[in-house]
Structures are given as C-alpha cells and as structure tokens.
C-alpha cells in the first residue's frame, strides 16, 4: 500500500447505529486530518492530530468521536449521525503541522449516507 | 465576501487548448497557495504548492500568484482528456506554526473533449 488509505470506502448507516471510519497513511507523516466534503461547499477541516495528540477540533458535534493510536493511523467513530451528516469524508497527512502543514495527502474518502 | 472565490464552471474545452484556472482571496495573510486535482470519486491529489508570489511551472501546468491583486491562476497547456477533473485553490496563512489551516475554493469542474 502506497500513499494515505481509507477504510470503507462506501458506508451506509442507519441513525441509531455505530460505526467507524478507518485511515491509513505509509508516507512517514507525523500529522493526520479529517475532513468533510459537501456538495457545492468547500472541504471543512473537522479534526487535526499531530505526533498523535490532537491539536485541532473545528467545533464538530460530539457525534464524531476522532482517535489516533499512533502516527500512521487515524479512525473517525460515528454515532447517532444525522442525514445532514452525509458526505465525503477525507483523511489527509503532511510531514507536520508546521511548516509542512499546507503540504497535505489525502487519501480516497469514504462515501457516508446516512438514512 | 467569502475569503476564497472560485468560479464553480463548470469548464468545457477542446483537447490541446490552453486552460486558465482561478481564484480570488480576501485575506492579505496568505502565504501559501496550493491546487489539488480531483477525479470522480477520488480524493484531492496536491498539484501545485507555491509560497508568496511569483510563477512555478511544472510541465504542462504554471502556477501563478499575484499578492497584490490576491488573485492566483493555474494555467494547463495543451489540455489533455485525462485533465478531466474538478480543481481546487487552497491556502494557508501560515501564522504560529499551524500551516496546515488550509482555506478551500468550492472547485472548478473541468472537462476536455477530445
């Protein structure tokens, strides 16, 4: 595996249910995003975790629950969503946050409905 | 007025034409200034990443930034089919170290026919 990879890459989910949204990267960065993609809207930057600690939270409802275990890996935990919810969800990395930090990867999203 | 600007097309050209991509910023501290390709279905891929003003050419494609008009524009040359793809601005201030704060255009879908 090359690059930054996203696990599923199609999820449909009811309202009630869990679930979780995987990244993986293999290019050595020390700094991971999530971001969500609408249609007609910019990428909005939900989370950003550099060296695993996370220095970014962009007012995300508490309904998406972000974890990083270590640098390479990044997981998105999704509960009790709602379908205004439905989107593209993009995993990035960079180098670090810092000087490299405008320098970001993304891997090939995840496709959420939420019914 | 938005902080980034970007004429959504979408764009449609014949293949081999010249195509002028760009957006407009109202925000005096950005510094960095990036274009990402996206395809259908897959993820922005970083293109062209330039810091302040200036040209960055990188074979068929020329970045441009002009500062003082806060105006950047990607130029692609002799347009190919497989150039077919939505374009993202995206820039970043820079400030305290969080360079990563990028800001996003909404992206122009490009199509060249062949």
């Known amino acids: ?115 | 007025q938005k902080e980034v600007e970007q004429d959504p097309g979408p764009l449609s050209v014949p293949e081999g034409a010249i195509v002028s991509l760009n957006c407009t910023y109202s925000n005096s501290a950005f510094q960095y200034f990036m274009w990402y390709r996206q395809y259908s279905r897959k993820g922005p891929e970083l293109l062209m990443y330039t810091y302040s003003s200036g040209n960055k050419e990188d074979g068929r494609f020329t970045a441009q930034v002009d500062k003082s008009s806060k105006y950047i524009s990607l130029f692609i040359r002799d347009s190919q089919p497989s150039d077919s793809a939505t374009y993202l601005c995206a820039m970043s201030a820079g400030s305290g170290g969080s360079n990563y704060k990028l800001t996003f255009g909404k992206g122009t879908l490009l199509t060249v026919n062949p």
Do not use: I
Request: charged share 15%.
């Open chain 1, 1 to 115: 595996e090359t690059g930054v990879t996203q696990t599923p890459r199609h999820l449909v989910m009811g309202m009630t249910n869990k679930k979780s949204l995987k990244c993986e990267q293999h290019l050595g960065h020390n700094a991971m995003y999530w971001y969500k993609q609408s249609a007609k809207k910019p990428l909005e930057l939900m989370f950003v975790y550099s060296l695993e600690e996370r220095v970014e939270n962009n007012s995300v409802p508490s309904r998406f629950s972000p974890e990083c275990p270590n640098s390479s890996h990044l997981f998105l935990h999704l509960h009790t969503l709602q379908p205004e919810d439905s989107a593209l969800y993009l995993c990035a990395s960079s180098q670090d946050s810092g000087l490299a930090g405008a320098q970001q990867y993304f891997g090939p999203g995840t496709r959420l409905t939420v019914t």
